[in-house]
C-alpha cells in the first residue's frame, strides 16, 4: 500500500479523530510531517493498548458474566484490528520514507 493510499484507509477509519484530524498530508509530505503523523499514531496505538489492558484485567474477575465476557471479547478483538491498521500505518509511512531515501 503507498503512502497516499494509506493516509486515505487513515481518514477513512478515524475522521476528523482528533490526534490525526488536520495532520494527514498528501502522499508528497515532508520528513517532519511525516513524522509528527507517525509520532500520533503511536498515540492511538497507546491508547488502542491501554484500553486493551483495561478489558483484560476487567475479564479477570470472578463476577464476569458470560454476556461481559462476550462483549469483551468482540471489544479486544476490535481494538487488535484497530492496532494492525494503525501499525501497517506507521510501516508504510517508514518504509515510504526509506523509499525516498534510496531514489537520488
Known sequence: MECANVL???RLDFPGSGPLHGAMPDADAD????REIIR???YLVTVAAEDAAALAVEGQSR???PDNARASA???RALGMRIEILSSA???LIQSVEKGDETP
Open 40 to 42: 500520533r499514531l503511536f
Open 8 to 10: 486515505e484507509k487513515l
Open 90 to 92: 506507521i510501516t508504510e
Open 63 to 65: 463476577r464476569l458474566s
Open 31 to 34: 520528513d517532519d510531517t511525516r
Open 74 to 76: 468482540g471489544s479486544l
